[in-house]
């Protein structure tokens, strides 16, 4: 009922800007955290960064000062703005939601299918 589908990855050189985004759709009460984690090849999965429904953000430290994550309610959007890259952050990166969908059911954690992106020389 609730899909999440995020676009905007693809290959950058070093030190070059990527611009994530992620749209909620379907049945939808309410929508509270919202962010993106990532995954790299043989690493496990991590946060990046989160941003609850007061639009107050945290970062991991390793992207702190060059990734920012915004938010619009109305569209049910969740961006995530990648600046000054490094091939360190290449990841398959997944964008999630916790979404109400009902007042007679608790939210639930939502989960889109990932983008890739690729920092490389």
């Known amino acids: 009922q609730v899909q999440l589908v995020e676009s905007g990855g693809g290959s950058v050189q070093p030190g070059g800007s990527l611009r994530l985004t992620c749209t909620a759709s379907?049945?939808?009460?309410?929508?509270?955290?919202m962010g993106w984690y990532r995954q790299a090849p043989g690493e496990q999965r991590e946060s990046v960064a989160t941003i609850d429904n007061s639009d107050t953000a945290n970062y991991a430290d390793s992207v702190k000062g060059r990734f920012t994550i915004t938010r619009d309610h109305a569209k049910k959007t969740v961006d995530l703005q990648m600046n000054s890259l490094k091939p360190e952050d290449t990841a398959l990166y997944y964008c999630?939601?916790?979404?109400?969908?009902?007042?007679?059911?608790?939210?639930?954690?939502?989960w889109g299918q990932g983008t890739q992106v690729t920092v490389s020389s």
């Open positions: 999630y939601a916790r979404i109400r969908r009902s007042i007679l059911r608790p939210a639930e954690t939502n």
């Open positions: 379907g049945t939808i009460l309410n929508i509270y955290n």
